[in-house]
């Protein structure tokens, strides 16, 4: 069974920096396209990165160059720094993970991705 746990939320004022983490247990995460995704209050899920099992990464335009998605096979974990915080930046953040075998190619489709994380808190400050 494979699940997803986040952990590295918290609350952090305007121009400070958090990183998250979401591990993959019970399988290797080589393989696997990842994601995060962040929901505030009263708006829709939307996708912050995500990276294919080739390691190519994309970025919504509202985090591009203040957040860098990286993921360590190795340890089963993605990461996501996020610096340069803004308070528009305040959701609930998950990370998502899906894979169709050895290769996948990522998306900014929630319905893509098949296994979510329990979700960490981000709240900033201005």
């Known amino acids: 069974q494979v699940q997803l746990v986040n952990s590295g939320g918290g609350s952090v004022e305007a121009g400070g920096s958090l990183r998250l983490s979401c591990t993959i247990s019970?399988?290797?995460?080589?393989?696997?396209?990842m994601a995060w995704f962040r929901q505030a209050p009263g708006k829709e899920r939307e996708a912050v990165a995500s990276i294919d099992s080739d390691y190519s990464i994309s970025y919504a335009d509202s985090v591009k160059g203040r957040f860098t998605l990286s993921k360590d096979n190795a340890k089963n974990t993605l990461y996501l720094q996020m610096s340069s915080l803004k308070a528009e930046d305040t959701a609930m953040y998950y990370c998502a993970a899906f894979t169709i075998g050895r290769y996948c190619v990522a998306s900014f489709s929630a319905d893509e991705y098949a296994y979510w994380g329990q979700g960490t808190q981000v709240t900033v400050s201005s």
């Open positions: 019970g399988r290797n995460s080589a393989g696997y396209c």
